[in-house]
């Protein structure tokens, strides 16, 4: 198995990409924190992997990531129970489909507090784990509006180039601890927040758009993380990886 006995963060992973990815760590071997906005979403989460998974070694958490306090009570916690993070995944993320002219100080900066902040906040502590035991992988969740932006989405594509910044210039920065530092940029997934935040016609046109004709699905994703978890990325940093289908190329 590609992740046995590797631990890993995975923010977000209550639903959508995030529950998909904690299901594929598991299939190989990971051990999981799943981390939730909740405890109540992240204690059910972990009851749904636990009949497919009834061995996997899993523990769920609910907390604030723009918390400081709480983000280094839920590392103290995972380190107490496993002794050490092997590999986080940055993918708590909300969105955002308002035009600018009405956005408000508000709007713009609750995005960019939980979609750029929180990722900040969580890899600063887990990196200073992962330093002293000498390397791990970090990802980040980005997309494809971090590229090439995304009318009415100022605030979550603000918040995407943000991740990809994020990313490459931790990259250089902890590479020298043996930190590994990516991004995996989602296209269209057919998720529960994206079905919140457009209509039918949109879905249509999001298929349209992209080269294969469809839009993903979460499970469609998690290759991408394995990858990028697992030691044959050992060489692989600073990367943003596009799975959008071909629409961003």
């Known amino acids: 198995m590609r992740l046995e006995n590797k631990v890993a963060v995975i923010t977000g992973a209550s639903r959508g990409i995030g529950f998909s990815i904690a299901r594929a760590f598991l299939r190989e071997g990971s051990k999981v924190?799943?981390?939730?906005?909740?405890?109540e979403s992240a204690d059910k989460a972990?009851?749904?992997?636990?009949?497919?998974?009834p061995d996997a070694d899993i523990a769920g958490f609910g907390f604030d990531v723009n918390d400081t306090v709480q983000v280094k009570d839920m590392v103290e916690k995972v380190v107490t129970k496993w002794g050490r993070i092997d590999v986080l995944v940055n993918n708590a993320g909300v969105t955002s489909t308002k035009s600018m002219l009405d956005m408000t100080d508000e709007d713009f900066t609750s995005v960019i507090d939980i979609n750029l902040v929180g990722p900040f906040k969580i890899t600063r502590e887990v990196a200073r784990v992962m330093k002293d035991n000498g390397g791990g992988s970090i990802i980040n969740t980005s997309s494809m509006v971090g590229t090439y932006g995304g009318k009415m989405q100022t605030a979550y594509s603000s918040s995407k180039f943000g991740i990809n910044g994020l990313t490459k210039s931790c990259a250089k920065e902890l590479g020298q601890y043996g930190i590994r530092v990516n991004a995996v940029a989602p296209g269209a997934v057919a998720t529960d927040m994206a079905k919140e935040f457009t209509d039918e016609r949109m879905r249509q046109f999001l298929s349209m758009m992209t080269p294969l004709g469809r839009m993903a699905e979460p499970d469609e994703l998690a290759g991408a993380y394995v990858y990028l978890a697992s030691d044959e990325s050992s060489f692989t940093t600073g990367t943003i990886i596009n799975v959008d289908g071909g629409i961003v190329m």
């Open 33 to 39: 924190a799943l981390c939730g906005s909740r405890q």
């Open 46 to 53: 972990v009851a749904k992997l636990k009949t497919e998974f």
